[in-house]
């Protein structure tokens, strides 16, 4: 099973704001599951693949 991560997890991980990883799952770049009150929870697996995008990304600057 794949560990499930809160936001704040999620924008530890990734060295990014709390809106900033909002705003990745608004733009499709970061699957969230929401529960009943609404609380966005982030894949592991899928954090980890968006750090390796910006990393990748931040590279090529």
Do not use: H
Request: glycine share 4%; net charge positive; no cysteine.
């Amino acid at each position: 099973m794949n560990q499930l991560l809160t936001t704040s997890d999620a924008a530890k991980l990734l060295n990014r704001s709390v809106d900033r990883v909002r705003s990745y799952e608004r733009e499709g770049k970061l699957p969230a599951q929401k529960t009943r009150s609404g609380q966005r929870l982030f894949k592991l697996s899928d954090v980890a693949r968006l750090a390796r995008q910006l990393e990748v990304a931040s590279e090529r600057r």
